[in-house]
């Protein structure tokens, strides 16, 4: 049966198909388009995140699903551009050989923060030491002090201080192990140095000496562990009386410094005495000696003189009137300034003469006008 409203639909003739089917073909031609061109814009943003720089400073390392890359030496990527998978298939592990590094010991000091001491606080002391959070070190006569070392290291060797090659695939990678490691050789040195110093030489006495044997401690621990770090400057050394007898100790130190004070200066005094001594000595035996040389010297001129006297031709020819000669100059000499003068002639038979002085007679008296 048949209506008289039936709709009957205009068939689709060939040309109506294939502008559907190519229009389709277009838009699905269009979106590839797209596609591909999104997918390769995508490769080459993946492709260029991989490249990244390492500085001058330090090493790095590329690790590929938690595994280095490479054997050996070749491990180590150098200062300059290199390119990696992005991650997490690859992830690029950086390694500072020439930075400055500190490790401080935690087996020697008592209780505190980096917050406090960045703030100036300090924790009051307790009434004794709590063994669980205070750390101590007994010393070589068996007193308890506080110790703490500082510790610069760089790392000289990364593939020694920052793998453990457990065997020849297994390599476990470990950042943090080298610092670990140097603060472990930190912990022993203060340890075992204190046991071999007695308090009062650390804490007083012998300072110097202690902190250069902790110092040496760490340095031959490292190098017989083989770490791959190196240490160029001095460790820190920090030793302190237990905070609980710091009145006591500082009482102790007072003493020991006076003493010592006491000490210096009578070694100064003693130093200067005996310098002084022995400056007037050498004074009195340099002005001894000069004058000795004086004598010798004049004496020497003077036997000189009397000998071109008697080797002379005036004396030869006459003895007698030359030595008359010179007794007179001598007598001339030496009687210049006398006030009286007695001549003796000598007697017509040889004989000697009687000479009688009065040598105690009265001075002369003065004339006055009315004794004239």
């Known amino acids: 049966m048949s209506t008289e409203h039936e709709h009957h639909h205009p068939p689709q003739t060939p040309e109506t198909r294939d502008a559907g ?178 308090v009062d030489d650390i804490l007083i006495r012998n300072r110097a000496s202690f902190s250069h044997a902790v110092d040496q401690y760490i340095r031959v621990m490292v190098d017989r562990e083989n770490l791959g770090v190196a240490l160029d400057n001095e460790c820190t050394v920090e030793p302190i009386a237990p905070r609980q007898l710091k009145d006591v100790f500082a009482a102790v130190s007072t003493a020991l410094q006076n003493h010592e004070k006491l000490i210096n200066l009578a070694l100064s005094e003693t130093n200067k005495i005996l310098s002084e001594a022995a400056g007037r000595a050498a004074a009195i035996t340099n002005v001894a000696e000069s004058a000795r040389n004086r004598y010798v010297a004049n004496m020497q001129s003077q036997a000189e003189a009397f000998q071109q006297l008697l080797d002379s031709p005036a004396y030869k020819s006459n003895p007698h009137l030359f030595e008359e000669m010179k007794l007179a100059e001598a007598m001339a000499q030496v009687l210049t300034n006398v006030q009286d003068k007695i001549f003796l002639p000598q007697r017509e038979d040889g004989q000697a003469r009687e000479l009688r002085l009065q040598l105690n007679r009265e001075p002369p008296q003065p004339k006055s006008a009315a004794n004239p």
């Open 21 to 198: 089917s190519q229009a389709l073909a277009e838009a699905l031609h269009s979106s590839f388009i797209i596609v591909k061109i999104a997918m390769f814009a995508l490769v080459v943003l993946i492709f260029a995140a991989g490249f990244f720089t390492v500085g001058p400073q330090e090493r790095a390392v590329v690790l590929r699903f938690g595994k280095p890359i490479g054997e050996g030496q070749k491990m180590l990527l150098t200062a300059g551009l290199h390119w990696s998978l992005p991650y997490p298939i690859d992830d690029v592990v950086r390694i500072p050989v020439t930075e400055l590094q500190h490790v401080t010991s935690t087996a020697g000091w008592y209780f505190t923060t980096p917050e406090m001491e960045a703030s100036g606080f300090e924790p009051p002391p307790s009434a004794s030491l709590n063994p669980a959070v205070d750390g101590y070190v007994i010393t070589a006569d068996r007193n308890i002090i506080h110790v703490r070392v500082t510790v610069p290291y760089h790392i000289e060797d990364p593939l020694r201080a920052i793998f453990n090659f457990a065997s020849g695939t297994n390599q476990q990678f470990n950042l943090n192990g080298v610092s670990n490691a140097v603060l472990n050789v930190a912990n022993n040195a203060i340890i075992a140095t204190a046991a071999r110093f007695n």
